[in-house]
Each structure stands twice: as structure tokens, then as C-alpha cells.
T-cell receptor, first 110, second 113 residues
Framework: GQQVMQIPQYQHVQEGEDFTTYCNSSTTLSNIQWYKQRPGGHPVFLIQLVKSGEVKKQKRLTFQFGEAKKNSSLHITATQTTDVGTYFCAGDFGNEKLTFGTGTRLTIIP | EAGVTQSPTHLIKTRGQQATLRCSPISGHTSVYWYQQALGLGLQFLLWYDEGEERNRGNFPPRFSGRQFPNYSSELNVNALELEDSALYLC????????????FGAGTRLSVL
């Protein structure tokens, strides 16, 4: 079936360290989206990547879409306590529904 | 502009009962999606409605059903509740189809005792 695998499941980092989460699909994606869910909150859209090899930046966050459109990554530089939460990727296989990854829960050690 | 609203916030039921969860999408959005998020886990796709029709369904038993009304609001019904149905149920809306960004509501926390 169409699945999106996301690693790692958990990541604990010291404040100021970098953080990266990865998503992989067995088949080509039409596009991929990233969402953030704060503890006790609901997922909030961060970004959508559509083109092969696309790189987008939002302040300290860098999003990449692989050349084959099967993988993606989210990198946060110099983490802050406000970055705490679970980051989900969501793949669109072109079948008109999003398939969410399992998420990476980020905790920050002050 | 109001976001996606869901009611109730919390719902407590006993095994075997039925639960009805409600969702109002962002004004102008025609698509509504339902997800189940068990504690500490990811989002499992339940149902997608657009223009009053069920467009896609996730891998859930038939006792999970729903509908979308002419004003694009939606209901999720869960019959014959089981303990493992306890979860956060999230509703999201978008303009058209899954290629568009999904905006989530705060969810309904369903507890089955």
C-alpha cells in the first residue's frame, strides 16, 4: 500500500542544537506537506513542496523534496523551546487524500 | 475569519453506545476530512467528503460513518463503540481535494469506558 515512513519517532535535543526529521515513500509523490502539532494542540500547516529537488526556507526551518519525489526532510537550525511539538509529513500520491507519516516528536532540553 | 470548529470538545461514552461528532469547515471550504489520532500516535485517515459526497474512505470498519450537509458541515458517527475507539478525532477542511492545504480543528476527545 501507499505509506509514508517518518524517522526518527522521537528526538531530544539541547536548546540551540539542530534537528532533522525524514520522510520516505515507496512510490513517487505528487507533493508533500509538513505540519506541526504542539502538545495538546492540533496539526498546523507549515509548507507544501511540489517540485523535484525543491528547497524552501522559513526562518530557521529548511524543507527539502528529493529529486525522485519520494523523500523529504525538515531541518531546524538552532532549536528553541518554541519548536517543541510533533512534526508530521503528509504525502499526496495523487489519489486525492493525504497520507500522514507517523510523526517525529521533538523535545528540547533547556 | 473563523477556523474549523468541532464539537463537542470532549465526549465520554460506554462500550456499545453510539457517538456523534460535528465539524464546521472554514467558510468557503467544500472538503471535510476526518482523522483518528490515538494517544501518542499519528493521524489515521477516516473519511473525506466533498460537495456532500463521500470521496474516499480509510481502512476503518463500517461502524465509522458520516455525512456532509448542504452547508458543508459534517458529522462523524461511530456505532457500537469499542474501547479502542478512544482517541482524538480531528476534522480538517480544504478548498478542494487533498492537493490543497488542510486546516484542522481542535478535535473531539472521545473516551470509551
Amino acid at each position: 500500500g501507499q505509506q509514508v515512513m517518518q524517522i526518527p519517532q522521537y528526538q531530544h535535543v539541547q536548546e540551540g542544537e539542530d534537528f532533522t526529521t525524514y520522510c520516505n515513500s515507496s512510490t513517487t509523490l505528487s507533493n508533500i506537506q509538513w505540519y506541526k502539532q504542539r502538545p495538546g494542540g492540533h496539526p498546523v500547516f507549515l509548507i507544501q513542496l511540489v517540485k523535484s529537488g525543491e528547497v524552501k526556507k522559513q526562518k530557521r526551518l529548511t524543507f527539502q523534496f528529493g529529486e525522485a519525489k519520494k523523500n523529504s526532510s525538515l531541518h531546524i537550525t538552532a532549536t528553541q523551546t518554541t519548536d517543541v511539538g510533533t512534526y508530521f509529513c503528509a504525502g499526496d500520491f495523487g489519489n486525492e487524500k493525504l497520507t500522514f507519516g507517523t510523526g517525529t516528536r521533538l523535545t528540547i532540553i533547556p | 475569519e473563523a477556523g474549523v470548529t468541532q464539537s463537542p470538545t470532549h465526549l465520554i461514552k460506554t462500550r456499545g453506545q453510539q457517538a456523534t461528532l460535528r465539524c464546521s469547515p472554514i467558510s468557503g471550504h467544500t472538503s471535510v476530512y476526518w482523522y483518528q489520532q490515538a494517544l501518542g500516535l499519528g493521524l489515521q485517515f477516516l473519511l473525506w467528503y466533498d460537495e456532500g459526497e463521500e470521496r474516499n474512505r480509510g481502512n476503518f470498519p463500517p461502524r465509522f460513518s458520516g455525512r456532509q450537509f448542504p452547508n458543508y458541515s459534517s458529522e462523524l458517527n461511530v456505532n457500537a463503540l469499542e474501547l479502542e475507539d478512544s482517541a482524538l478525532y480531528l476534522c480538517a477542511s480544504s478548498l478542494l481535494g487533498a492537493k490543497n492545504i488542510q486546516y484542522f480543528g481542535a478535535g473531539t476527545r472521545l473516551s470509551v469506558l
